[in-house]
């Protein structure tokens, strides 16, 4: 995939196509759909597409980006387009730490989260309230980023690169937070850029690197890996889906066998 640089955000974009492509084969109709980690909306906007009818709340713990999505997702106050825009519930916006979140018992149907959990070390304290927070019968959906993003820079400068997750350790966390038929899915997503000024740029843009990782010695290390003409990172995304069976917690399989991997092709 070739970088777009006029949107800086077009990973989680893309990612959160993918996601919404899952929900396809999902047979569900929530009453009331959690972004966790919902930044500035975007995520708020396509659920609300996807499910008109459900109550929507976004939870974040920057509360600079809520005042984005609040000013983003702001209904219409007059003109043509307020005349014609079908109301909608309203979108509930919250500060809060993904761990102690201040909702409910069972108070969501579907929990969405795109790319929050590669900023933690330890998943599982989230995936439990995430599990509180659902309610029998409900989904969870996430998605983050697996240990062989940036495998090129890492075979470069193995120390002090950010480390991810292995999707078999998220499953086994699901497990362990009690959830029900846990999916795991991975695929290669490849970016190309013209350009090391352009990938560093991304990279600070996603979080991957920090600003002070672009020096010049850096920078004659990475053309090294230019192929084609263009230079290419591995970006490994790991998607993730559950269900709260009951209102009881499981007792999960020590060894995590009951958790479905599915390993995609590399994407070109």
Known sequence: MSANR???????????????????????????VLDLGCGAGDDLVRLGERYPLAERIGADIDASLLTLARQRLAPPK?????????AAPAVQL?????????????????VWSNLMLPAVDDPLPILLEMRRVTE?????????????????????????RQRFIDMHDLGDALLQAGFSDPVMDMEMLTLTYAGADDLFADLRAFGLIGDDEASEEIEKEIETLRRDGRLAV????VQGHAWRADASPRVPRADGRAVLLRRARATP
């Not at 919250?94 to 579907?110: G, I, K, Q, T």
């Open 6 to 32: 006029a949107d800086a955000d077009f990973l989680a974009r893309e990612i959160a196509h993918r996601m919404d492509a899952r929900l396809d084969v999902m047979r569900i109709a929530p009453r009331r």
């Open 78 to 86: 007059r003109g043509l387009r307020r005349l014609f825009t079908k």
């Open 94 to 110: 919250v500060a809060a730490d993904a761990r102690r979140l201040p909702l409910p018992e069972a108070s969501a149907s579907l």
């Open 136 to 160: 029998p019968g409900g989904l969870v959906m996430f998605s983050s980023l697996g240990p062989d993003t940036l495998r090129e820079l890492r075979a470069m400068r193995p120390e002090g």
């Open 234 to 237: 591995s970006i490994e995304i």
